[in-house]
T-cell receptor
Framework: GAGVSQSPRYKVAKRGQDVALRCDPISGHVSLFWYQQALGQGPEFLTYFQNEAQLDKSGLPSDRFFAERPEGSVSTLKIQRTQQEDSAVYLC????????????FGPGTRLTVT | DAKTTQPTSMDCAEGRAANLPCNHSTISGNEYVYWYRQIHSQGPQYIIHGLKNNETNEMASLIITEDRKSSTLILPHATLRDTAVYYCIVRDGYSGGGADGLTFGKGTHLIIQP
């Protein structure tokens, strides 16, 4: 079946622009995660949703980062007033429910801020 | 506050078994050991997880020492497609698994040589 999809796959933004990154999780998956992966580093946790509820946003690096999942399926990660240090791959993952051990990752969105 | 220590890189000949070590000396009783891998330009992929018993699935085997302070991921017959970064992750199982974000380190870059 279809896996986790993300769009766009690549995004170039000028410093100061706002961007929105989309994640389509596997249908029926309750849990959704966002991660940020800088070049040469492992992914770092940003935020977690259970259905439409954002239960953990402890990893969001600043108040310029905002995530939502209004209907408990598709999620959007928004970054306002992008900075060069926001350049990274943004990964989305979903899992069937909160007791599932496996997270399924999308291919990521590579954001480059110039 | 990395909970795991892995070698930065390893080489393995195609067709041989690849043995990837991981140290997790501060692991607590309810924490599981997970392995994920990330092939270039893709999202991470779940491989296997375990608590204290050795585990095997169609992808790999996981050997956990009796004191649980270290583990080894074994790919029995490595192929070129197994070239990837392999992440060893320690994760609290109390929450049920899916509710928490994963804490990746830098992982081991495994290169399979033809």
């Amino acid at each position: 079946g279809a896996g986790v999809s993300q769009s766009p796959r690549y995004k170039v933004a000028k410093r100061g622009q706002d961007v929105a990154l989309r994640c389509d999780p596997i249908s029926g998956h309750v849990s959704l995660f966002w991660y940020q992966q800088a070049l040469g580093q492992g992914p770092e946790f940003l935020t977690y949703f259970q259905n439409e509820a954002q239960l953990d946003k402890s990893g969001l690096p600043s108040d310029r980062f905002f995530a939502e999942r209004p209907e408990g399926s598709v999620s959007t990660l928004k970054i306002q007033r992008t900075q060069q240090e926001d350049s990274a791959v943004y990964l989305c993952a979903s899992s069937f429910d909160k007791i599932s051990y496996e997270q399924y990752f999308g291919p990521g969105t590579r954001l480059t801020v110039t | 506050d990395a909970k795991t220590t892995q070698p930065t890189s390893m080489d393995c000949a195609e067709g041989r078994a690849a043995n990837l070590p991981c140290n997790h000396s501060t692991i607590s009783g309810n924490e599981y050991v997970y392995w994920y891998r990330q092939i270039h330009s893709q999202g991470p992929q779940y491989i296997i997880h375990g608590l204290k018993n050795n585990e095997t699935n169609e992808m790999a085997s996981l050997i956990i020492t009796e004191d649980r302070k270290s583990s080894t991921l074994i790919l029995p017959h490595a192929t070129l497609r197994d070239t990837a970064v392999y992440y060893c992750i320690v994760r609290d199982g109390y929450s049920g698994g899916g509710a928490d974000g994963l804490t990746f380190g830098k992982g081991t870059h495994l290169i399979i040589q033809p």
